[in-house]
C-alpha cells in the first residue's frame, strides 16, 4: 500500500471507525460463536433463540427496530433502519443457526470454544454465518457514523435467517407474513465467499441445488454373506451400480435429458471468470483437496460457479466399525444436486427419479425421496448501476481492484427473495473457501472480516446516490423476476 493511499485511509471516516472498533467487532463474535445455535437439533432449540435475542441485542445497539419472529425450528430476527422514506431501502440476507458438528474433525480448537489465532477467529459459525452478520451491524455503525457528515442516507433492513442450514422451511410463509416490513428496492445477500483476502470480485451467480435420498433394500434382514452370497441381491453393491452411472468418463452428468435447460456459458462470461486469479496447486493445497477434476471442456471456475454438479455427500451400508460378515438389509445415500440458470427444481427432480428407476439392477426393491419444497433455484444478478457501486465499494474497501466476476458454488434463498420483493439480488460475503464451511476447525480470516465490513459501508454510501425509481432493469433481470413464482 503506497503512503498516499495509507495517509487517504487514515483520513476516510469509514476506515478509521471501523479500524478504531475492531476489537470490539472480534470480541462480539467470539462471544457469539460461543452460542451453539445448531440447527435442526432438538436439544439445541434453546441456543437457537438465545442467539436470536444475541444478535437482536447488537442490532438494537446499533439502532434498528427489531423483531424476533418465531419460526417452527428457531428463530428470524428482522432489524429495520429506516432513516429517509425517500432513499433506497436494501434489505440484507444472511443466518445465524449453524451445521453440526463432527467433533473428530475439530483438531485444533473446541467448535464453541472460540479461539483467535494467526489472524484467525476459530469456532462454529465463525465464517458461516455470524462472521457475515456483524460485518453488517458494524458496517451500518460505520456508514451512520460517515453519512451524518456526507448526507447520503439509505435504508436497511437485516433479515437474519434461523433455519438456513435446514433449508430454510419457514422463509416463504415469513416473506408473504411481512410482505410490507421487509418491501425493499434491492436485495443483498450475505452468505457466500470472497475468493482471495486480498483481491475483491464481485460475486454475481449462484447455483441451485436439491437433496435427494435413495434407500435400497435387499434381504428382510442382514443374511450371513457365507450362507446367502451369490444368490442374494446385495442393496450396497445395487447402489452403488445406480450411484456409479450417475457420471460418464469425461465427468458429465449421465442423466438423460439432465443438460436440455442448461443455459450455454455465454462469452462475457467465460471472461469474467476466466479474469479471476486461479492456479490448480494452490487450490489443491487452500482446500485440502487431493486433485481438480470434473466435466471435461470447462475451466476449473466454470465447473465450480457456472456448470451443475452431483455429489454423493452421504452413504450408508453394512456394519461400521464391526465385523459380523454379513449382507446388509438396505443401504442408503444422499445426492447434493447443484443447478444452474436455466434448469428447476420439478424437472431435475423428474429426471433423477426417471433415472433411478431405470438403473436400479432387477431385484433390488428402493424409495427415492427428493426434497423438492426445500430446493432452492440458481440466481444470476443482473448489470447496471447498483453491481457498478458494489464493485467500487470492494475496490475502496480491499484499496485494490476487483479482478472478474465470481460465482457462489453453494445455494441459498436468493431466487425466492428476488420473487417475493420484485428485486434484484447481489452478493457480498466476508468468507474465504479456506474458512472450512461446514467441516471441523471452522475460522474466519480477521483481516477479510475487516475488509469486507469497510466494503459493506461504503456501499451504503453509494447506493445512497442511487434513486432506483430512474434505473431500468437490464434483460437478465426482467427473466429472473418473470420465471413462474410457483415454482419457488
Known amino acids: 500500500m503506497t503512503s498516499a493511499h495509507q495517509e487517504h485511509r487514515d483520513r476516510d471516516p469509514v476506515a478509521e471507525y471501523i479500524d478504531e472498533r475492531m476489537a470490539d467487532l472480534i470480541d462480539g463474535l467470539a462471544s457469539w460463536v460461543s452460542v451453539p445455535s445448531v440447527a435442526g437439533d432438538p436439544e439445541h432449540r434453546l441456543d437457537l433463540i438465545r442467539s436470536a435475542h444475541w444478535i437482536a441485542g447488537e442490532m438494537r445497539d446499533a439502532g434498528f427496530d427489531v423483531s424476533i419472529l418465531p419460526t417452527e425450528e428457531s428463530c428470524t430476527v428482522v432489524g429495520r433502519w429506516i432513516v429517509d422514506d425517500e432513499a433506497p431501502t436494501v434489505l440484507v440476507y444472511s443466518h445465524h443457526d449453524v451445521r453440526p458438528v463432527k467433533p473428530e474433525l475439530w483438531t485444533q480448537t473446541a467448535p464453541f470454544v472460540p479461539v483467535q489465532r494467526d489472524g484467525r477467529l476459530y469456532g462454529r459459525g465463525a465464517s458461516d454465518a455470524k462472521g457475515q452478520v456483524l460485518a453488517h451491524v458494524w458496517a451500518a455503525r460505520a456508514h451512520r457514523a460517515a453519512s451524518e457528515a456526507s448526507g447520503r442516507p ?64 435387499g434381504p428382510d434382514v442382514d443374511l450371513h454373506s457365507g450362507a446367502a452370497s451369490g444368490i442374494t441381491v446385495n442393496p450396497a453393491l445395487a447402489l452403488s451400480t445406480v450411484l456409479g452411472r450417475l457420471q460418464d468418463e469425461t465427468g458429465r452428468i449421465a442423466i438423460p435429458g439432465f443438460y436440455d435447460d442448461v443455459q450455454p456459458l455465454d462469452p462475457d462470461r467465460r471472461r469474467e471468470l476466466a479474469a479471476v486469479p486461479f492456479d490448480e496447486d494452490e487450490w489443491v493445497a487452500r482446500m485440502g483437496a487431493r486433485a481438480v477434476v470434473g466435466e471435461a471442456g470447462y475451466t476449473p471456475l466454470e465447473r465450480l460457479w457456472a456448470r451443475p454438479a452431483v455429489e454423493i455427500i452421504a452413504l450408508a ?172
Request: proline share 6%.
Open 317 to 488: 451400508a453394512g456394519d461400521q466399525g464391526l465385523s459380523r460378515s454379513v449382507i446388509p438389509s438396505e443401504a442408503t445415500a444422499t445426492l447434493s444436486i447443484r443447478t444452474v440458470p436455466g434448469q428447476r427444481i420439478p424437472a431435475v427432480a423428474d429426471r433423477l427419479r426417471e433415472f433411478v428407476a431405470r438403473e436400479m439392477p432387477e431385484g433390488a426393491a428402493y424409495s427415492l425421496t427428493v426434497e423438492e419444497s426445500l430446493g432452492q433455484e440458481p440466481y444470476m444478478s443482473p448489470d447496471g448501476p447498483v453491481l457498478e457501486a458494489l464493485e467500487r465499494a470492494l475496490e475502496k474497501g480491499f484499496g485494490a481492484p476487483v479482478q472478474g466476476r465470481l460465482g457462489n458454488a453453494g445455494g441459498g434463498p436468493a431466487d425466492l427473495l428476488s420473487r417475493r420483493f420484485g428485486a434484484p439480488v447481489y452478493f457480498v460475503g466476508t468468507g474465504l473457501p479456506e474458512d472450512s464451511w461446514h467441516s471441523g476447525d471452522e475460522s474466519i480470516d480477521l483481516g477479510m472480516l475487516r475488509r469486507g465490513t469497510a466494503s459493506l459501508a461504503y456501499l451504503w454510501a453509494e447506493l445512497g446516490q442511487w434513486n432506483p425509481r430512474e434505473s431500468e432493469p437490464s434483460d437478465s433481470s426482467v427473466k429472473t423476476l418473470s420465471t413462474d413464482e410457483s415454482a419457488s
Open 154 to 217: 439509505v435504508n436497511l433492513i437485516l433479515l437474519i435467517d434461523g433455519e438456513e442450514e435446514i433449508g430454510s422451511p419457514g422463509l416463504a410463509d415469513l416473506l408473504d407474513a411481512h410482505r410490507d416490513a421487509l418491501a425493499c428496492d434491492v436485495i443483498v445477500f450475505s452468505d457466500t465467499l470472497q475468493w482471495d483476502a486480498d483481491i475483491p470480485a464481485a460475486v454475481t451467480s449462484m447455483r441451485g441445488v436439491v437433496t435427494a435420498t435413495l434407500t435400497v433394500r
